[in-house]
C-alpha cells in the first residue's frame, strides 16, 4: 500500500520561502504523477501543483504559478514543494497526493477524485 508524509510544514512570516517535502513508500514511485492541494480553514481542499512521473512536465495553479515550484527526486522517493513570497492567504494544511493515471488536461489534474493515495498533510501557517 503506497504511503506518503509531508513534511516541512511551520510558521513563517509573508514574504518568507518554505519548502515542503512529501516521503513516497509502498509502490513504485515513478508508476505515480505526484501532486500538492491545500486546505484552507472553512475552505474546500484546492489544488496547488502537479508533477508528472518522469518529473518532465509540471502543472501549477493560476494563484502560484511564479511563487510555487514543484519537483521531484526519484533517488529519494520524495516530492517537493518549495514555496517563495509566501501570503498570509497561503495558511493552510498542505497535502501530498499520487495519481497513477496520465491526466493531460488540467481539468483533470486539479480534481482530488483524481488521486489515489493521500498523505496526512502538514500545517503551513503564514503571519502578516
Known amino acids: 500500500q503506497v504511503q506518503l508524509v509531508e513534511s516541512g510544514g511551520g510558521l513563517v512570516h509573508a514574504g518568507d520561502s518554505l519548502t515542503l517535502s512529501c516521503a513516497f513508500s509502498?509502490?513504485?514511485?515513478?508508476?505515480?504523477?505526484m501532486g500538492w492541494f491545500r486546505r484552507a480553514p472553512g475552505k474546500e481542499r484546492e489544488f496547488v501543483a502537479r508533477?508528472?512521473?518522469?518529473?518532465?512536465?509540471?502543472k501549477y495553479a493560476d494563484s502560484d504559478k511564479g511563487r510555487f515550484t514543484i519537483s521531484r527526486d526519484s533517488a529519494k522517493n520524495t516530492v517537493f514543494l518549495q514555496m517563495n513570497s509566501l501570503k498570509y492567504e497561503d495558511t493552510a494544511v498542505y497535502y501530498c497526493?499520487?495519481?497513477?493515471?496520465?491526466?493531460?488536461?488540467?481539468?483533470?489534474?486539479?480534481?482530488?477524485?483524481?488521486?489515489?493515495?493521500w498523505g496526512q498533510g502538514t500545517q503551513v501557517t503564514v503571519s502578516s
Open positions: 508533477v508528472s512521473k518522469g518529473g518532465t512536465s509540471t
Open positions: 497526493a499520487a495519481d497513477v493515471t496520465p491526466r493531460p488536461r488540467y481539468s483533470d489534474v486539479v480534481r482530488p477524485e483524481a488521486y489515489d493515495f
Open positions: 509502498g509502490g513504485t514511485f515513478s508508476s505515480y504523477a
